[in-house]
């Protein structure tokens, strides 16, 4: 019987180990949910690495981990601290993570980072292989594995492969800046199916694929020895139901039932009915824009006083690659606002910036989302961004407004939101003052149609349709091998 594969950097669980002993969590992520159903599907395997380097494990916990992470329908690929140093910390997070999210000046271009990159995809590509027949459809996912497509496809070709981007692909004139760009675009184009959150990546890919490496397209197909691969574009969605059964839950909750931060903000709520919450969650990641929409609050203070002490923004900041300086930096310049804003504005019983510098358990992100009246996010650049989603699928009385960057991927699917240039802090702040005053009757106007465009594409569905269009290729090649 086919199998279907898996591959992504890290594998959907989270492994502990005290004294010798072993405990796996999977993990609950959005992708790991959209999988399931591909999982569930028939036999099926998902293979990556297991979050423990070498060095981490001795002999015998080696085989223990191995024995665990197989019982979840799992397979690790074995790193090295130096592969994490030079393939994860390098190539993928130095030089491809900035340079897709047009931060050039970020971009290292280290021949070191290059040849671990190589490496270890390689290392990914003997592990699939091992576990890999002739007919079965392998699925990879995103930039840490550019060229394991291209790796696998040399050495079984009767196997039908899939590939999906999770962050932006850059223009053309970006991407030509990369030393290595011919072979990763070759590496990419092993696979039978190309997917990408937006029209406009896939456009920008296929740009790079004519002009450097001379491949004639025509639509959304590339032929390309002998093949003929598709393009396309796969918006990721939620889990819809969860998020919105979490609210439901969540909104039915006795007092002893809440957790301490929603009576925090139940507290904050009573001694100030008439103020107002604004919410936003992301990684401390520079892509993120956090100090560009920490500026814009401020510059909304300055500009409509009115609204001092009838605010509060939560910015909950994940940690995230936090031995790399940029991210370090990021850090010291979010806490500096942070610190100055609320130093200029904060009066004895108001402090208009709670800032949360942690991950935060599922309950807590639903506390947030459904207590908050306007969701701020601000990125100057995201493949996507789920909490924008999100947090309209909590919105269960359909209230709320979303505030959402252009420049986010999911900006092409959310029109009902408030767009804005996260570089524009007066359009920021304006909009900031239009999304606060906005009618409870125009905020549900809004929000039924994105609710209902989020249930519709749910991550299952994002999952089914990839699979239904890789498994089209397949008999576009039977088409092409047979006339
Ligand atoms: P990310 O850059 O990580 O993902 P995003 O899409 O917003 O960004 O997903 C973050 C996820 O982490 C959300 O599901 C959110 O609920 C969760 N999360 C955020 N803050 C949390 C906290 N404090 N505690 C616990 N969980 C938290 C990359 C790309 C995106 C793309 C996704 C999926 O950068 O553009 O949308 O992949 O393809």
Same mark, same amino acid.
């Given at each position: 019987?086919?199998?279907?594969?898996?591959?992504?950097?890290?594998?959907?669980?989270?492994? #502990?180990?005290?004294?010798?002993?072993?405990?796996?969590t999977?993990?609950?992520?959005?992708l790991?949910?959209?999988?399931?159903?591909?999982? %569930?599907?028939?036999?099926?395997?998902?293979?990556?690495?297991?979050?423990?380097?070498?060095?981490?494990?001795? &002999?015998?916990?080696?085989?223990?981990?191995?024995?665990a +992470?197989?019982?979840?329908?799992?397979?690790?690929v074995?790193?090295?601290?130096?592969?994490?140093?030079?393939?994860?910390?390098?190539?993928?997070?130095?030089?491809?993570?900035?340079?897709?999210?047009?931060?050039?000046?970020?971009?290292?271009?280290?021949?070191?980072?290059?040849?671990?990159?190589?490496?270890?995809?390689? @290392?990914?590509?003997?592990?699939?292989?091992?576990?890999?027949? *002739?007919?079965?459809?392998?699925?990879v996912?995103?930039?840490?594995?550019?060229?394991?497509?291209?790796?696998i496809?040399?050495?079984?070709?009767?196997?039908?492969?899939?590939?999906?981007?999770?962050?932006?692909?850059?223009?053309?004139?970006?991407?030509? #800046?990369? /030393?290595?760009?011919?072979?990763?675009? &070759?590496?990419?184009?092993?696979?039978?199916?190309?997917?990408?959150? #937006?029209y406009?990546?896939?456009?920008?890919?296929?740009?790079?694929?004519?002009?450097?490496?001379?491949?004639?397209t025509?639509?959304?197909?590339?032929?390309?020895?002998?093949?003929?691969?598709?393009?396309?574009?796969?918006?990721?969605?939620? *889990?819809?139901?969860?998020?919105?059964?979490?609210?439901?839950?969540?909104?039915?909750?006795?007092? %002893? =039932?809440?957790?301490?931060? =929603?009576?925090?903000?139940?507290?904050?709520?009573?001694?100030?009915?008439?103020? @107002?919450?604004?919410?936003? +969650?992301?990684?401390?990641?520079?892509?993120?824009?956090? /100090?560009?929409?920490?500026?814009?609050?401020?510059?909304?203070?300055?500009?409509? /006083?009115?609204?001092?002490?009838?605010?509060?923004?939560?910015?909950?900041?994940?940690?995230?690659?936090?031995?790399?300086?940029?991210?370090?930096?990021?850090?010291?310049?979010?806490?500096?606002?942070?610190?100055?804003?609320?130093?200029?504005?904060?009066?004895?019983?108001?402090? /208009?910036?709670?800032?949360?510098?942690?991950?935060?358990?599922? %309950?807590?992100?639903? *506390?947030?989302?459904?207590?908050?009246?306007?969701?701020?996010?601000?990125?100057?650049?995201?493949?996507?961004?789920?909490?924008?989603?999100?947090?309209?699928?909590?919105?269960?009385?359909? *209230?709320?407004?979303?505030?959402?960057?252009?420049?986010?991927?999911a900006?092409?699917?959310?029109?009902?939101?408030l767009?804005?240039?996260?570089?524009?802090?007066?359009?920021?702040?304006? #909009?900031?003052?239009?999304?606060?005053?906005?009618?409870?009757?125009?905020?549900?106007?809004?929000?039924?149609?994105?609710? =209902?465009?989020?249930?519709?594409?749910?991550?299952?569905?994002?999952?089914?349709?990839?699979?239904?269009?890789?498994?089209?290729?397949?008999?576009?090649?039977?088409?092409?091998?047979?006339?």
């Amino acid at each position: 019987m086919n199998k279907t594969i898996i591959v992504s950097n890290r594998l959907p669980l989270q492994i #502990t180990i005290n004294d010798n002993n072993l405990a796996i969590t999977p993990s609950v992520g959005g992708l790991a949910t959209g999988m399931k159903s591909v999982h %569930e599907g028939g036999e099926s395997l998902w293979i990556g690495w297991s979050g423990l380097t070498e060095e981490d494990l001795d &002999n015998d916990l080696v085989e223990k981990v191995n024995n665990a +992470i197989a019982r979840e329908d799992c397979a690790a690929v074995s790193l090295t601290q130096k592969d994490l140093d030079n393939f994860y910390y390098g190539f993928s997070n130095n030089t491809l993570w900035p340079m897709f999210h047009y931060f050039m000046e970020y971009t290292a271009f280290e021949g070191e980072y290059w040849e671990s990159y190589k490496e270890v995809n390689r @290392k990914f590509a003997d592990t699939v292989l091992q576990h890999t027949d *002739d007919g079965d459809t392998i699925w990879v996912h995103d930039y840490q594995l550019l060229l394991l497509p291209g790796l696998i496809k040399k050495e079984r070709p009767n196997t039908s492969i899939g590939f999906f981007l999770h962050i932006p692909f850059p223009s053309y004139e970006v991407f030509r #800046t990369l /030393p290595w760009r011919e072979e990763l675009l &070759n590496g990419m184009l092993g696979a039978d199916l190309l997917g990408f959150h #937006t029209y406009d990546y896939e456009r920008h890919f296929l740009s790079s694929v004519r002009r450097i490496l001379r491949l004639d397209t025509h639509f959304n197909e590339i032929s390309y020895q002998g093949r003929t691969l598709r393009v396309d574009s796969f918006p990721m969605g939620i *889990d819809y139901d969860k998020f919105r059964n979490a609210a439901i839950a969540h909104n039915k909750q006795t007092p %002893e =039932q809440k957790s301490d931060l =929603q009576k925090r903000l139940d507290a904050h709520l009573q001694s100030a009915p008439d103020a @107002k919450m604004i919410l936003s +969650i992301d990684r401390l990641d520079y892509t993120k824009g956090i /100090p560009n929409r920490l500026r814009a609050f401020e510059y909304f203070l300055d500009n409509y /006083p009115q609204f001092k002490e009838k605010v509060r923004f939560i910015l909950l900041a994940v940690p995230s690659r936090s031995n790399v300086p940029q991210y370090q930096l990021l850090k010291k310049e979010t806490d500096e606002l942070v610190g100055r804003i609320n130093g200029k504005f904060a009066t004895v019983n108001w402090t /208009p910036i709670w800032y949360f510098y942690r991950s935060m358990p599922f %309950e807590n992100l639903i *506390d947030l989302y459904t207590s908050c009246e306007v969701a701020l996010i601000t990125p100057v650049r995201d493949g996507m961004n789920l909490v924008a989603k999100e947090y309209i699928a909590t919105r269960t009385d359909k *209230d709320g407004v979303l505030v959402l960057s252009e420049m986010a991927g999911a900006a092409k699917e959310m029109n009902e939101a408030l767009l804005i240039n996260p570089n524009n802090f007066e359009q920021v702040a304006g #909009t900031l003052k239009k999304a606060l005053e906005m009618p409870e009757e125009e905020q549900k106007e809004r929000n039924i149609f994105l609710q =209902q465009r989020l249930e519709r594409y749910s991550v299952e569905k994002w999952a089914g349709e990839f699979m239904k269009a890789l498994k089209a290729t397949k008999t576009l090649h039977h088409v092409i091998v047979s006339k």
